[in-house]
C-alpha cells in the first residue's frame, strides 16, 4: 500500500489492503490501524524517484515514434500512424526495451 505525498491519502493498494475494505483515496490517517493490525506493509511515495523513472521510460518511448504527447506523469501517447511492422512484434520489441 503506497501512501500519497506526506502520506496524506492511499493511492495505490495492495490485493491485502482491498481486502480490507481500504478504498482508494482513503485518508492515510483512518487506516493505518488496520494495515498494522492485519500486517500489511506501506511505503511513503518517492517521487523524486517516479519522476526520474517517467522520464527515462519517456525517453525510451520516443524512440519509437516521431509525434508523441505527453498526457501526465505517466501517461504518453505514442502516434504509430503509418507503422509497417506488426502490431504485435512492434509492441514487444517497446516491452522487451523498457
Known sequence: MVPSNNDGFV????????????????????VQHLLRAHGVASFSSNYLLYGDISHRIMTILREFSPNVEVYSIDVMFLDLHGLQE??????????NTL
Open 11 to 30: 493511492v495505490a493498494r495492495s490485493k491485502e489492503a482491498k481486502l480490507l475494505g481500504i478504498g482508494d483515496l482513503e485518508p492515510f490517517y483512518k
Open 86 to 95: 506488426d502490431w504485435q512484434d512492434y509492441g514487444r520489441k517497446i516491452r
